[in-house]
């Protein structure tokens, strides 16, 4: 029976194993570790996550742990996989970010369509957390992680949200313009109830 991933545990042979991966000449396969792991920190922290270091460590005990599977089938260089499954980790962080950030809205709000309920200003930032609501997950996050930088928005940032959603800047652009006015319609809807 396979163990957990819960359950699984690095090893200093599973270690090893790693490094032998990397490079067959030991010295070398250390400066490889060392290098990558400074890009994942480094990759890490470009996309704005807490705990760089941590979760760079992470996704090297995911290679390791996945390495028995795909050792004799993967070619190329070694950092390139480590690279995808950093990716991996960092859209599960933002997931996590978001699920604590943005909770679920109440179902029992006072239904915004009704005047004199809430002001203006309220009535719309209901309706948008509820079209929000309505949103697939992965649209629902890519919306939140584009405006949580608020007005401060740079070109870093969206360099950096474009790497994690695996696109282009340009491409960041349009799914936004378009989510931007799939949103306007169903408030525009939602107010007017």
């Given at each position: 029976?396979?163990?957990?991933?819960?359950?699984?545990?690095?090893?200093?042979?599973?270690?090893?194993?790693?490094l032998d991966w990397?490079?067959?000449?030991?010295?070398?396969?250390?400066?490889?570790?060392?290098?990558?792991?400074?890009?994942?920190?480094?990759?890490?922290?470009?996309?704005?996550?807490?705990?760089?270091?941590?979760?760079?460590?992470?996704?090297?005990?995911?290679?390791?742990?996945?390495?028995?599977?795909?050792?004799?089938?993967?070619?190329?260089?070694?950092?390139?996989?480590?690279?995808?499954?950093?990716?991996?980790?960092?859209?599960?962080?933002?997931?996590?970010?978001?699920?604590?950030?943005?909770?679920?809205?109440?179902?029992?709000?006072?239904?915004?369509?009704?005047?004199?309920?809430?002001?203006?200003?309220?009535?719309?930032?209901?309706?948008?957390?509820?079209?929000?609501?309505?949103?697939?997950p992965e649209k629902?996050?890519?919306?939140?992680?584009?405006?949580?930088?608020?007005?401060?928005?740079?070109?870093?940032?969206?360099?950096?949200?474009?790497?994690?959603?695996?696109?282009?800047?340009?491409?960041?652009?349009?799914?936004?313009?378009?989510?931007?006015?799939?949103?306007?319609?169903?408030?525009?809807?939602?107010?007017?109830?």
């Amino acid at each position: 029976m396979p163990k957990r991933v819960e359950d699984w545990e690095l090893t200093g042979e599973a270690f090893e194993r790693f490094l032998d991966w990397l490079d067959a000449d030991r010295e070398q396969a250390g400066r490889k570790y060392e290098a990558t792991r400074r890009g994942l920190i480094t990759l890490f922290n470009c996309r704005g996550c807490a705990a760089a270091e941590d979760l760079a460590d992470e996704a090297i005990n995911r290679a390791i742990r996945q390495l028995p599977s795909i050792e004799e089938s993967y070619k190329g260089d070694p950092a390139n996989y480590l690279y995808g499954i950093a990716r991996l980790v960092a859209l599960e962080y933002f997931n996590r970010q978001v699920k604590r950030d943005g909770g679920p809205v109440p179902e029992d709000l006072p239904d915004p369509s009704r005047p004199g309920e809430e002001d203006e200003r309220e009535a719309i930032s209901r309706c948008l957390r509820r079209c929000l609501k309505k949103l697939k997950p992965e649209k629902r996050k890519l919306f939140i992680l584009y405006y949580r930088e608020g007005n401060r928005l740079n070109l870093d940032h969206r360099k950096s949200l474009a790497e994690v959603f695996g696109c282009s800047i340009n491409a960041l652009r349009i799914q936004m313009h378009r989510l931007n006015e799939d949103l306007r319609l169903c408030i525009a809807d939602c107010r007017g109830r």
